[in-house]
């Protein structure tokens, strides 16, 4: 089976919040990011002015992912997009207790995942990631281990490799080899 036509239930349940994004290029690379790898569940909490689907910029670089890209769920409050979902929270920051990878979170989402549990991923916006008090509400929080002294990516690339790693996991769950 192609993996391009591969629906499993992490799909269905997985939803990637970005907290407060501010450029419509993030958003259109986030949409692009989630197609490759079959999710299409993005969700905005309290997005800056600019960070709309609508914007030319975020059209322009979701290429051919428009429909993740308009079927952006808007929320007010991270409380009504987390609501009853089983939360990890990414972080940079170090000294945070608990953290796994990304890799390791993917496992344990995706095992919930296949119970039927939603599942939502936090990311902050480029410029200070996900408040403290963001962290906290998550049940879990993943780190992208980076090496030497650039502790962040991309809002856009911490997507794609957190997506990335979800897909993977999904796949051996169901004994099915990814073509890497």
Sequence with gaps: MSDARVRLPVHERTGFVLVQPHYPENLGACARALKTMGFS???LVRPGRLAVPEHAMAFKMSVRAWDVLYGTE???ELSTAVAGALVFATTSRRGVSGVLTARDAAKLA???AER???VRILFGNEKTGLGADEVDRADHRLRIPMAGDQ???NLAQAV???AYE???AALALRGERSEA
């Design 41 to 43: 569940r993005l969700m």
């Design 74 to 76: 808007r929320h007010a």
């Design 110 to 112: 995706v095992g919930e």
């Design 116 to 118: 039927g549990r939603e």
């Design 151 to 153: 502790p962040s990516i």
């Design 160 to 162: 794609q490799l957190v």
């Design 166 to 168: 979800l897909f993977v």
